[in-house]
T-cell receptor, first 113, second 111 residues
Framework: DPKIIQKPKYLVAVTGSEKILICEQY?????MYWYRQSAKKPLEFMFS???????DNQTASSRFQPQSSKKNHLDLQITALKPDDSATYFC????????????FGPGTRLLVL | GQQVQQSPTSLVLQEGENAELQCNFS?????MQWFYQRPGGSLISVFY???GTKQSGRLTSTTVIKERRSSLHISSSQITDSGTYLC?????????????FGIGTLLSVKP
């Protein structure tokens, strides 16, 4: 059974619309993260949460808003979508928000037209 | 500039050959992690290696923190080893830790 679930797997959106990317982890971890992988670029850290609290935000745009309704959930809301937002978005988790292995979900591939 | 430099960017091997992938960091780091990624696939953690040498089957990782480098050695490569290998440094700050990734090494193992 997958331990980190991301939904949907693929997502096509029109410019200006809003989408929510879902992430749930069943590893019992206390820390969760979002990363983005764009073509020809390294994976890029976006957010980290620990015990449902925002710890770090490296995303310049306020159009990206993480939402944590439960300890094992960290969704990502993206508003006013732009074609440059097209990327694969990975959710990850670790036992704690310290020196620890991070485990990644399968990703959501977003295409903005 | 890029904080994590990986080399080579791509590598083609004949099945059975060995591979040595390198990762160099421009800043101090607390630990590092190696990942494997198939095209369009998720990242699978291969090693979490703060220092020293770790081995798992045909894979060996060596991290020398004070020299800001890490390597991944693949021995007796197999076709199923093909994919992208990513290294990431763990950067720790007052707001917790995050991973800073390299661009990856694309490995292709031919029969």
């Amino acid at each position: 059974d997958p331990k980190i679930i991301q939904k949907p797997k693929y997502l096509v959106a029109v410019t200006g619309s809003e989408k929510i990317l879902i992430c749930e982890q069943y590893l019992g971890h206390n820390a969760m993260y979002w990363y983005r992988q764009s073509a020809k670029k390294p994976l890029e850290f976006m957010f980290s949460y620990s015990y449902q609290k925002l710890m770090d935000n490296q995303t310049a745009s306020s159009r990206f808003q993480p939402q944590s309704s439960k300890k094992n959930h960290l969704d990502l809301q993206i508003t006013a979508l732009k074609p440059d937002d097209s990327a694969t978005y990975f959710c990850a988790s670790s036992q704690d928000h310290s020196q620890d292995t991070q485990y990644f979900g399968p990703g959501t591939r977003l295409l903005v037209l | 500039g890029q904080q994590v430099q990986q080399s080579p960017t791509s590598l083609v091997l004949q099945e059975g050959e060995n591979a040595e992938l390198q990762c160099n960091f421009s800043t101090s780091l607390n630990s590092m992690q190696w990942f494997y990624q198939r095209p369009g696939g998720s990242l699978i953690s291969v090693f979490y290696n703060p220092s020293g040498t770790k081995q798992s089957g045909r894979l060996t990782s060596t991290t020398v923190i004070k020299e800001r480098r890490s390597s991944l050695h693949i021995s007796s490569s197999q076709i199923t080893d093909s994919g992208t290998y990513l290294c990431a440094m763990e950067q720790r700050g007052s707001s917790g830790n995050k991973l800073i990734f390299g661009i990856g090494t694309l490995l292709s193992v031919k029969p």
